[in-house]
């Protein structure tokens, strides 16, 4: 990585804690040059305004929110508990982007959906990406056999993607969030297996 890209990194990094604890438009750029002790034009070299920043930190948040839905390719469960071991890991690795540093979700699901048009769009899109994708565990389901063949399967991987949403809403404001974390996830494999499974 060369040294401009490293600047714009440390850049993002210290506007994400900055946006997450003031909002966006409570944040000015002088706050984010003062978290990292640079000089105030520093990232006019770099991004265009302030608004260039917040949407290089919700791209960040984005791919980490993509590489947790397809770490686990979809058609490598073959069985239905291959499955549920699958949908196990993309719970974990879904709620550790959501609730283990609850700034991610003020960004994504508060500030960033108010800010303009432009980004509003990007989340979605971001998120319609995210629930095609997941509808592919649906569909190799039904294609291996174990899931019943009469699922809505883009429907399903929506549904699956605003559970988890929910759920990390929920678990952020629980007093016991490793308990209210663990509870969340059985239920939501639960609810996803009984309606889902090909009874035998």
Not at 26 to 33: F, H, K, L, S
Not at 133 to 158: A, C, T, W
Not at 170 to 198: C, F, N, P, V
Request: hydrophobic share 40%; glycine share 6%.
């Amino acid at each position: 990585m060369d040294k401009a890209s490293i600047k714009r990194a440390e850049i993002i990094n210290a506007a994400y804690k900055v946006f997450s604890e003031k909002g966006y438009h409570g944040a000015r750029i002088e706050d984010i040059t003062s978290e990292l002790g640079i000089a105030q034009g520093l990232p006019y070299r770099y991004f265009q305004n302030k608004l260039d920043i917040f949407n290089h930190v919700i791209d960040e948040i984005i791919k980490r929110i993509v590489v947790g839905i397809s770490e686990d390719a979809p058609d490598t469960a073959d069985t239905l508990e291959e499955y549920v071991a699958q949908m196990q890991r993309g719970l974990d690795r879904l709620f550790d982007i959501f609730t283990e540093d609850p700034l991610t979700s003020r960004l994504l699901l508060l500030e960033a959906l108010v800010i303009n048009e432009e980004t509003s769009r990007k989340i979605q899109e971001a998120l319609d990406l995210c629930g095609k994708y997941s509808s592919r565990y649906v569909k190799n389901g039904i294609e291996k056999g174990f899931l019943r063949p009469d699922l809505q399967v883009e429907e399903m991987g929506h549904a699956f993607n605003a559970v988890i949403l929910e759920a990390s809403r929920r678990i952020l404001g629980s007093e016991d969030k490793a308990k209210a974390r663990e509870s969340w996830k059985k239920a939501i494999i639960d609810l996803m297996i009984s309606g889902t499974a090909k009874h035998q």
